[in-house]
């Protein structure tokens, strides 16, 4: 009986030491790291526009994950070009694969989703409808990026049949414009698609496409820089 009281004596004490430890050292070592992430978003946010720059670099080159990505985040909703241009850079930069949405810009939406059936074939008819009939609206990139500190990447796009070893295209960030240029595949014909990124609204990139596939048009695109970002999809 002694000895089960002394295992729980001692039990007792060790529970008392987590607690305090917990009370103390866990305690101080969680507030420290928040002060640590709350300099990052203060530093981001600095109203001297060089200084806000600077500090991103630094970050970026720590290379602290969540650092990295808390900065990358808080520099998307900082208005200001050069600070945006570099998180841009930096993020993709840790791309492996991105997915480019197209959409139909509204007159052809109209003409398909309308009562008017000649117009809707018509609509229907051309080779770019074609394409997105057969192979949905989704242009899946794999990235080849260089560094952070680079302006133009190699992509390789996915949707083609097979897909080819090396690089189908490029890509190239400059300030806020991303470009990408893509060679395509489609109908056992070769063809061409680029898409132009010029508007950036809550984590989400975008702007227009082309392919000169025939009878084409420009449609909407969009990227949305992280995954969490994504709108659900409507079944």
Request: charged letters at 20%; proline letters at 5%; one cysteine or more.
């Amino acid at each position: 009986m002694p000895i089960f009281k002394n295992k729980l004596s001692r039990l007792a004490v060790s529970t008392a030491v987590m607690a305090a430890w917990m009370s103390t050292g866990a305690h101080a070592d969680v507030t420290a790291r928040y002060g640590e992430l709350q300099a990052v978003i203060d530093a981001i946010n600095d109203p001297d526009p060089l200084m806000r720059l600077a500090q991103l670099e630094e970050i970026l080159q720590k290379g602290n994950a969540t650092e990295v990505q808390l900065a990358i985040r808080t520099a998307f909703s900082v208005d200001d070009p050069n600070v945006r241009s570099l998180a841009l850079r930096a993020h993709f930069a840790g791309f492996r694969t991105f997915i480019v949405s197209a959409a139909l810009p509204d007159n052809i939406k109209k003409a398909v989703e309308g009562s008017d059936k000649k117009a809707a074939e018509d609509a229907m008819r051309g080779d770019l409808m074609r394409y997105f009939s057969s192979a949905g609206y989704h242009f899946s990139f794999q990235s080849e990026y260089p560094e952070s500190s680079a302006l133009e990447f190699k992509v390789n796009l996915l949707n083609n049949k097979p897909v080819a070893e090396e690089p189908s295209g490029s890509g190239n960030i400059r300030g806020g414009l991303i470009t990408i240029v893509t060679a395509l595949n489609f109908a056992n014909g070769d063809y061409s698609c680029s898409f132009e990124f010029t508007e950036y609204e809550a984590f989400t990139l975008k702007g227009f496409g082309a392919c000169n596939i025939n009878n084409s048009f420009l449609f909407p695109v969009t990227l949305h820089l992280f995954d969490s970002d994504k709108p659900p999809v409507q079944n």
